[in-house]
């Protein structure tokens, strides 16, 4: 339910710098309004105002419009004029397609000293025999043109005869047809089967069918604005227009991989969960990339060289789950292996290698004679003290001529 808030009065109201106390005309179409109120406190100086094309089933609160001159109503579920004795400008009232069917409710426009033109067509009570007389005979006031129209629609309508009747008495509708809009209001839509048979049943035009359209109406437009606020799923490529190929992680895992020199191969390492069913991964190992796929989810990596998909393994680390992806090269480079041999077998071989080629270790030795007179601890003397380490205080003797007082506190 819409309701006519201060909000949306200055929503309206852009064409009077947003004030709505000095505003003389406002539009409140299609706005699914409900009922007519507050307008007559915030809005004295009215004079035009719009309100078709909604579904308010009674006149009111508009009584304090001294000043409004025009009111369009057409398209509601108005079902009697009404509360029109306090607009006293009013002159031109538009009720078109309405669900008026007490004739005599238009006794209350007599008032009305400016009063000059009245639409009712597409109401049950232009079915009424006599109902041009009628008018005229209670708003004498009416524009001869006006009464010219009203003839011109009542002869019309005689002419389509009961067979093609589009609106009905509300005082003579029967049984079957108020089970039928029981039914009616009571049915729900969910596929496109039921929408179009929705559309299709036969039902008669009162306020409630009217409602049950609005709300059936509603409902579709609801759930195209979920269907458009849904967040739509990013769309993965795997490759251009041109078809090169992407790198792609849409699984979002942890991996690595690297070339692989001495076994002349690729490795793929693919941190997968530990206790993820094998079931759910897919490898596909073609020359120039590899592509696994996770629950569905891809993670596609280019190759820099050519490798064989026939000679690939794919396995499964039972410590860790990781998957293990080794891709064998095309293309063979031959390199010289290194040796694996501990050192002490290596360090043997050298020295062997040395003995058959003559060489031998030497040492420099001092002479027996002179090493006596080789002094190995030196001193330097004059070295001075590392900075920072204090020299000795030494006492000073003490002279012949001191004397100890002993009223003197001693030094500190």
Known sequence: MVKITETLLRKRAEHNNLEISTLEEVSLHQQDVERIEHIDKWCRDLKILYLQSNLIPRIENVGRLKKLEYLNLALNNIERIENLEGCESLQKLDLTVNFIGELTSIQCLQGLIHFQELFLTGNPCTEYDGYRDYVIATLPKLKERERKEAEVTTESRNEKGKGSRWYTDMNQSSETDVADDGKHLEQESSTKEDDEKFWQEKVAYTPESRIAVHEHMQKQKNKDKKDESKPKPREVRLKTDDGRILNVNQAKMDFSLRDDEDENRFVLEVGCYKHLDTELIDVDVQPMHVKVAIKGKILQLVLAEEVRPDSSIAKRSQTTGHLLVTMPKV????????????????????????????????????????????????????????PGMKQPIREKPVSDEFVDDPDVPPLV
């Open 331 to 386: 293309k063979e480079i031959i390199t010289c292996k290194k040796s694996h041999l501990p050192d002490s077998v290596r360090r043997g071989e050298s020295e062997k290698a040395k003995e058959k080629n003559g060489s031998q270790r030497t040492f420099l030795e001092v002479e027996p004679s002179k090493n006596n007179d080789v002094d190995l601890m030196i001193v330097d003397k004059a070295k001075p003290r590392p």
